[in-house]
């Protein structure tokens, strides 16, 4: 504004100025004004009128082509207005031979199209729609301005059915139901109904299903709802039933497996001494829905007291019906179990708690931490080494007020807490079983007094977490990774497929999750609660390794391994028209879909006239030269006139 006032002002004393000789003042408004836009910073801008481009050609060349590519050399010649042509398959190509037999071994018809978008007014495409290469992205092609002509060429669809996808639950529930979903792609039939069959491999599962049947490649979801009432790993088989005249038979069949989980982790929890830890464990085990918990207090020899209904039993149950034992406050001698060993070796899951006392060395010799009999008092903070449930590193943690005096630890333990490098927290692995123990002699005073410090209750969640991470169901993986195909060519869309469970083996979706591949992260996208994807083509040659991981919550869980394999693609074979696939570019563009016979009687659209916008600044050195030459041609004219 003041710049603007400024140069008014100007313009007022030059008019005064040369109000005699008012027909030499406009050299020096015109200088003004130019100096006015230029430290104004302002700019001009304008448009002009481009060169229009010509229509682009694009002739697929791949080898699915080669039957009707000498046709399309002789038609493609009648065109008579200006246009340029381009060959495609893998990559594009300025020119091919006439007489060369088109090759490849993959077909990118939207690459293609994405690559030559800017360069026309509008494309003609012609191609017997035949794209293996990636997954299209529509959205992106959509946003295209160029509308896209397409011209179909090719053999009609041979009959053929083919399962696509294969959606189920890598973990059922013994005496729940579960539903498994296939997508069968039907094309080249008439009418009729097609026929599929789910079978388990011990033949009690018998399941029936049909679909229609379609000329167009159509795909259909059937679903499969089974029931189970055992804990298991049952095998399935789907099958489509054969239909004459298909193309290939190899893409009727699938075969899977399901974990049927039982519905609750059966406990017992085992003290000869009731103490602050039986009240607060007993407490977090029974809120528990997933857990089923027996707790005994050994109240005499042969006399035990279930703490659920206060009954009093004189044997124990056999722990062979337990997933989980808990023992917490026990003396080495006079315990029931003097096999715990083997127990556990064969999967049972163990977890110690407070006191050992005795002399029999054995459980000691089992547990991660070796400990003597005998309880020290210790002041220092718990230290998290390695993150467990909702123990996570840098926090603050208050010291457990007793411990067993550690001796030594296992060479193969995992130590997962420290109080002044003395390690309390830790588990081993033994056999088909998990050894945890948490070597703090008052744990129920340390959960009363974190619960004080924090107002928040660890001791609940950290049970349940150790709880299922030393029964067997604890051995199954949250994060599943698998793919319908083992082996793919180079250029095939690879499609992932990934499952994430909660704690309790429950799909649980809102994960984050991503594969590494070349030094890039793949992300997976979530299509369903708990189920994700990922596509992407099929890098080089070569076999590959991959696994997922990621956030679920304030998780991170990294999935099974995956080996894929990836050879040189064979040389095209389908010789048939993708009709679908041309029709949906041309919509999604704003061109539109002809048979290639109608290519002959195209008439090229009306193309608008497209111009460049342009701007001159002021603010360059042509704007400094304009004022010096009107200022001395102003001051020429004045000393001609001897007004100076």
């Known amino acids: 504004m003041i710049i603007l006032l400024i140069s008014i002002i100007a313009i007022g004393l030059t008019a005064l100025l040369y109000y005699r000789n008012i027909h030499l003042a406009p050299l020096r408004i015109i200088a003004i004004v130019i100096f006015y836009l230029l430290i104004s910073g302002a700019s001009l801008s304008f448009k002009i009128p481009t060169k229009t481009q010509k229509p682009l050609l694009l002739v697929d060349c791949s080898a699915s082509m080669s039957d009707n590519f000498p046709l399309i050399l002789q038609e493609i010649k009648k065109i008579d207005f200006p246009h340029r042509v381009l060959f495609f398959s893998e990559t594009l190509y300025t020119s091919i031979p006439a007489e060369s037999i088109p090759s490849g071994s993959y077909t990118d018809i939207t690459g293609a199209v994405l690559k030559v978008s800017k360069e026309a007014p509008f494309i003609i495409l012609v191609s017997d729609g035949n794209h293996n290469y990636h997954r299209p992205d529509w959205n992106k092609i959509g946003k295209s301005s160029t509308p ?76 499969f709802k089974i029931y189970t009432p055992y804990p298991e790993t049952l095998f399935f088989s789907i099958d489509l039933l054969p239909q004459a005249g298909e193309e290939t038979y190899k893409n009727n069949n699938l075969s899977f497996s399901i974990q049927i989980l039982k519905g609750k982790i059966d406990v017992l929890y085992y003290t000869e001494h009731l103490s602050f830890n039986t009240r607060f464990i007993f407490r977090a085990l029974s809120a528990d829905p997933y857990t089923n918990l027996i707790p005994l207090v050994k109240v005499a020899p042969q006399k035990y007291i279930n703490l659920n209904d206060y009954k009093e039993q004189g044997a124990l149950p056999p722990l062979d019906k337990f997933d989980v034992l808990i023992l917490d406050n026990v003396n080495s001698d006079s315990l029931p179990w003097q096999n715990l060993g083997e127990e556990v070796k064969r999967g049972l899951g163990l977890l110690h708690i407070g006191l050992t006392e005795g002399r029999n060395p054995f459980l000691r010799n089992l547990l991660p931490i070796s400990t003597t009999g005998f309880p020290i008092k210790i002041q220092e903070k718990i230290v998290i080494k390695e993150p467990f449930s909702c123990l996570i590193p840098g926090d603050d943690y208050p010291p457990f007020s007793y411990i067993n005096r550690v001796i030594g630890t296992k060479k193969e333990s995992v130590i997962l807490a420290e109080a002044g490098r003395i390690p309390i927290i830790g588990y081993l692995r033994q056999g088909q079983g998990i050894i945890f123990q948490i070597n703090g002699v008052e744990i129920g005073s340390w959960h009363f007094l974190q619960t004080g410090l924090k107002q928040k209750d660890l001791l609940t969640p950290l049970l349940g977490d150790i709880i299922r991470f030393i029964s067997t169901a604890g051995r199954n993986r949250r994060l599943i990774l698998s793919s319908l195909r083992k082996n793919y060519s180079i250029g095939e869309t690879i499609e992932l497929s990934l499952q994430s469970y909660d704690r309790n083996f429950k799909p649980c979706g809102g994960g984050e999750f991503y594969v590494d591949l070349f030094d890039k992260k793949i992300p997976f996208f979530e299509t369903r609660p708990g189920i994700y994807k990922a596509s992407f083509p099929a890098p080089q040659k070569g076999t590959y390794k991959l696994t997922a991981s990621g956030n679920l919550g304030d998780e991170i869980l990294t999935s099974n391994e995956l080996i894929l394999k990836i050879k040189q693609g064979d040389l095209e074979s389908e010789h048939s028209l993708n009709k679908e ?17 109608s290519l002959e009687r195209f008439s090229m659209p009306v193309v608008q006239k497209s111009y460049q916008e342009k701007s001159f600044n002021f603010n360059t050195p042509l704007s400094y030269f304009l004022i010096f030459i009107l200022l001395t041609a102003d001051w020429f004219l004045r000393r001609r006139r001897g007004i100076i």
Request: aromatic share 12%.
């Open 148 to 223: 896209v002509y397409c011209f179909g060429i090719g053999g009609t669809p041979g009959k053929d059915l083919a399962i696509v996808d294969l959606l189920y639950p890598e973990y059922g529930f013994a005496g729940d139901s579960f539903n498994v979903k296939v997508i069968v792609q039907s094309q080249g039939f008439k009418n009729g109904r097609g026929k599929i069959k789910l079978r388990s491999k011990n033949k009690k599962i018998k399941i029936n299903r049909s679909f229609p049947l379609t000329e167009e490649p159509t795909k259909n979801e059937v679903d």
């Open 581 to 597: 696939f041309l029709k949906t570019l041309a919509l999604t563009t704003g061109g539109r879909y002809s048979p290639f016979d």
